[in-house]
């Protein structure tokens, strides 16, 4: 059986997962499996097919990515996230290992595709990636801020502060103290 994978921007938590999944049912495409940013499919879809399913996934903010660089970027982006949301496994390794190791492919060519397709840095996403995940389990209030860094693979929480700080412009306590609530969503950043 020959599968075919199509790669789609702005999957970034399981529930898009489970909105794409539903749109290839709605439109009778079997598939194989699916993650972040990937669906693979059981057949080629006919130029008619695709474009429909790319209406339909417009519709709820995705897009199907066609070119190259656009998906090397995608999967990057969705490591990441994955890095960042999922795995602690990947917490305690070094963020250039682990996209060599996936992607197979030298980390200063996938920084310079990343920093030209997007306008910053894959260290740069991550950071912000991280600073979403970090005021996410604030405004949750169940873990000090300390558990947060130790959870999140700072050293420590004056650290966590200092990285929160020059990102927000505030420091982890005032967010939480302030209530702030000013997340961004991460197919945004």
């Known amino acids: ?11 970034v938590c399981d529930r898009c997962i489970l909105a794409v999944k ?17 669906v693979e ?10 474009n429909i399913l790319n209406q339909h996934l417009d519709k709820l903010g995705f897009q199907l990515i066609g070119d190259r660089e656009s998906r090397l970027v995608n999967r990057v ?9 999922e795995d602690k496994a990947f917490r305690n390794k070094n963020l250039s290992e682990i996209l060599k190791e996936d992607l197979h492919l030298d980390y200063s060519h996938l920084s310079s595709v990343f920093t030209r397709s997007e306008g910053k840095s894959i260290q740069h996403y991550q ?31 004056a650290y966590l502060s200092t990285q929160f700080k020059k990102t927000t412009g505030i420091t982890p306590s005032q967010y939480r103290a302030k209530h702030l ?6 197919d945004s950043i």
């Open 1 to 11: 059986m020959n599968k075919n994978v199509l790669y789609i921007k702005n999957m």
């Open 22 to 38: 539903e749109v290839m049912e709605k439109n009778h495409i079997p598939l194989h499996n699916i993650t972040l940013g990937e």
């Open 41 to 50: 499919i059981e057949r080629k879809l006919s130029p008619d097919e695709e």
């Open 77 to 85: 982006k969705s490591l990441i996230i994955k890095s960042v949301y």
């Open 127 to 157: 950071q912000e990636v991280k600073t979403e995940r970090i005021k996410e389990l604030l405004e949750y209030d169940e873990l000090s801020i300390q558990e947060i860094a130790m959870d999140m693979g700072y050293s420590s929480p």
């Open 181 to 186: 609530r000013s997340r961004n969503s991460l």
